[in-house]
């Protein structure tokens, strides 16, 4: 990719499709589990056709699904057991404070993961597929 050349799937709106499935785990607790399953399928849709983009740097962008899916599934889950531990509060307004928490999360964990994923990536895997002459990605 030039300089100039914008990546679709990193510096536009539809980088946001990758994390559909936090927003599938934050509503958890308010929707049917196939929901949340469909949101998996939107973000690996987003994560084939960015591998597909970009090929060798598939694994990367399957971490960008996998750890912050997993993260949201764990706050949303300990924060509705400790709202459920630690306030009388109705089971609706607890799911609802959940959802909001992990909806609430999804913009401060992005760049945390990307930057430590590609970190992770440029110490391992991407040594051994580097084109000559390609920069490591940015941090």
């Given at each position: 990719?030039?300089?100039?050349?914008?990546d679709?799937?990193?510096?536009?709106?539809?980088r946001y499709l990758g994390y559909a499935n936090e927003?599938?785990?934050?509503?958890?607790?308010?929707?049917?589990?196939p929901v949340v399953w469909a949101s998996y399928g939107v973000a690996s849709a987003y994560v084939t056709a960015d591998a597909i983009d970009k090929g060798r740097?598939?694994?990367?962008?399957?971490?960008?699904?996998a750890i912050p899916g997993v993260t949201i599934n764990r706050l949303c889950a300990a924060s509705l057991a400790l709202l459920g531990a630690l306030?009388?509060?109705p089971l609706?307004?607890?799911?609802?404070?959940?959802?909001?928490?992990?909806?609430a999360a999804i913009p401060l964990i992005i760049t945390p993961i990307d930057r430590t994923v590609d970190f992770l990536m440029d110490s391992s895997l991407r040594k051994l597929y580097r084109v000559p002459g390609e920069p490591p990605a940015p941090h």
């Open positions: 990719m030039g300089a100039a050349e914008r679709l799937y990193r510096e536009t709106w539809v927003v599938g785990e934050s509503f958890r607790p308010l929707v049917p589990v740097r598939a694994a990367a962008s399957l971490a960008s699904v306030t009388r509060w609706p307004l607890r799911r609802w404070t959940t959802t909001a928490l992990g909806l």
